[in-house]
């Protein structure tokens, strides 16, 4: 996976913002993208400490911010 640390939560999310878009509701799908950016950012942040604990100091080198 090209992001690895999204989880299935914050697909969820992503989901219903398709939905919304499709439906042409700008309030619910502008809601929804704070919502999955939030999301991803603490799953972001919950990936990099289970590495972190896990030892995998390979996998964190190739990682960008």
């Known amino acids: 996976p090209k992001k690895p640390w999204i989880s ?10 398709q939905k919304a878009r499709e ?3 700008k309030p619910l ?3 929804l993208q704070k919502e999955i950016a ?3 950012r603490k799953d ?7 590495l ?7 996998v964190l080198r ?3 911010r």
């Open 23 to 25: 439906t042409d509701n």
């Open 52 to 58: 972190l604990q896990e030892d995998h100091w390979n």
């Open 38 to 40: 939030k999301a991803a």
């Open 29 to 31: 799908e502008d809601q």
């Open 8 to 17: 299935k939560d914050t697909l969820a999310l992503i989901n219903q913002r």
């Open 62 to 64: 190739g990682l960008k």
């Open 44 to 50: 972001k942040i919950l990936y990099l400490n289970s």
